[in-house]
């Protein structure tokens, strides 16, 4: 989809023209008040969000309603519903609004979530001008949507055509075509690295594990290494523990925390933050295969601490165990890892907020603060020491599985054993990364969450003591 902002729109150009009108008020763009007012006074505009007005033309004038506060997640909303419903227009004029959120909101809908289907691709929205604005926002916009679908497609890929290494090729092609450096470790190095955690989980599968590293260097002279570890289980299907039948289509989302990772960096890259940041994802399968470790089982992690396997199901934790303690060997001084760790933490928040946990409350906030930033909903949980004690074992350094309380809390002490007095934030995404529900510039699919905080939280990183 393109993406351009004008001073001054021609409307033999477009084939609609869209113009906002916040919740109660009697007000849109000046511009379009002349249109307007006689429709104001017949009451046809008086909308609640999303609502819409249409003016026949051509090209015909959509008014939308917005939210009462018109903040950037109002025109991400209208943006998004004007390309999911509008199939019949190719050509989009947005009067005003903020330019970066409508291309976020645009290009966002404009994915489509069915490139399986044979039937022909339903037509689309593909350009949109937004008239007054500015050209950078809306180029920012636009790279962060794209980044946000090219992770959301991944997510989306069926689990038998995205193995671990065909990611781990993903990676790499996007990493050249953005100038990031990438290095791939094969189940050689691994076992050379002694990631005795990761390759137990992939020991089930017929498909060898592997290990991304991508770097950005956006800041010559900053000793700082922001670096973000996202989960990468290409399939879950829960292994020797195996999961129950109903549903577990899903769990080919459970690589969204990778796919989030390399999406933010992808965006941060070109948006030449001025940052140097790192992204590690730990791709595995995990399968009940011949090999596959079994509960009781313990591993060795490459940082010498040993795990009992309670629960083969608890995997997750596993790969992020040993991608933990590679980051740090790298020279990672920041981590923030993501995740579609718990069930749980679906149970304590919903799909409403992404649960956050970490070691260092000024780091956790000023992570929170680029979350309010970047209007995505987060919520901290808590990390009392008592919580550790869950996770003991009788055998090994600790236990992958702590049971059925605070499993979301009991899987974070265990990430915890891992990065040290390294400052660290841990998300869990479980409940946010697919949605189950249809939003205005969403479908049923991957949401692609968290990128944006991400982002805004590199962007300012330098900048935060
Ligand atoms: N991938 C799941 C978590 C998950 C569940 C993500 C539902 C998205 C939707 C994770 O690997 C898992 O299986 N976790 C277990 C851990 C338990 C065995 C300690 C869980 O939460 O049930
Ligand atoms: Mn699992």
Redesign the pocket.
């Known amino acids: 989809m393109q993406v351009e902002v004008r001073e001054r729109l021609d409307s033999s150009s477009v084939d609609l023209i869209v113009v906002g009108i916040p919740e109660g008020a009697e007000q849109c763009d000046a511009r379009y008040m002349n249109v307007a007012a006689p429709l104001f006074k017949s009451g046809d505009l008086s909308l609640k969000p999303l609502e819409t007005f249409i003016v026949p033309g051509p090209p015909k004038t959509m008014f939308i309603g917005l939210n009462k506060i018109v903040d950037a997640e109002a025109w991400r909303r209208a943006a998004g519903t004007v390309v999911r419903r509008s199939r019949n227009a190719k050509k989009v004029a947005f009067i005003g609004g903020d330019a970066r959120a409508i291309a976020e909101g645009a290009v966002i809908a404009s994915l489509s979530v069915e490139p399986y289907k044979t039937t022909p691709p339903k037509p689309g929205v593909e350009h949109v001008t937004i008239v007054g604005g500015e050209s950078k926002a809306a180029e920012q916009g636009r790279v962060l949507a794209e980044s946000t679908n090219w992770a959301r497609q991944l997510i989306n890929t069926p689990s038998n055509d995205k193995p671990p290494r065909i990611i781990a090729d993903r990676a790499r092609e996007m990493a050249e075509s953005v100038g990031l450096e990438a290095d791939v470790l094969d189940e050689a190095r691994i076992r050379e690295l002694g990631m005795g955690a990761l390759l137990g989980v992939s020991q089930g599968s017929e498909e060898p594990p592997r290990m991304v590293v991508l770097k950005y260097k956006g800041h010559a002279d900053s000793d700082r290494l922001l670096t973000y570890v996202g989960k990468g289980?290409t399939f879950?299907t829960?292994g020797i523990?195996l999961?129950p039948a109903d549903g577990m289509e899903?769990?080919k989302?459970?690589m969204a925390g990778g796919a989030t990772a390399m999406a933010a960096l992808r965006t941060l890259a070109l948006m030449h933050a001025p940052v140097n940041c790192m992204v590690l994802v730990p791709l595995a399968e995990n399968m009940p295969g011949g090999r596959a470790q079994r509960p009781g089982d313990v591993v060795r992690s490459m940082s010498g601490k040993t795990i009992e396997i309670i629960?083969t199901?608890?995997?997750?934790r596993l790969v992020l165990a040993d991608a933990l303690a590679y980051a740090r060997q790298l020279g990672a001084t920041h981590l923030v890892d993501l995740a579609?760790?718990?069930?749980?933490v679906?149970v304590a928040l919903g799909p409403v907020r992404v649960g956050v946990m970490g070691n260092n409350q000024s780091f956790i906030d000023s992570f929170l603060r680029a979350a309010g930033r970047a209007g995505e909903r987060m919520w901290q949980l808590p990390m009392d020491d008592e919580y550790r004690d869950l996770i003991k074992s009788a055998v090994a350094d600790v236990a992958n599985?702590?049971g059925r309380f605070a499993?979301a809390i009991t899987?974070a002490k265990f990430l915890q054993e891992f990065v040290g007095d390294v400052p660290w934030v841990h998300l869990d995404i479980?409940g946010i990364?697919?949605n189950e529900e249809e939003k205005p510039y969403l479908p049923k699919g991957p949401s692609g969450v968290a990128v944006r905080t991400l982002v805004e939280f590199g962007i300012g990183f330098n900048g935060e003591p």
């Not at 199901?313 to 997750?316: F, H, I, L, P, S």
């Not at 579609?340 to 749980?344: F, N, S």
């Open positions: 289980i879950d829960g523990s999961k899903k769990m989302y459970d629960n199901d608890a995997k997750g579609t760790l718990t069930g749980a679906r599985s702590g499993g899987a479980a990364a697919w």
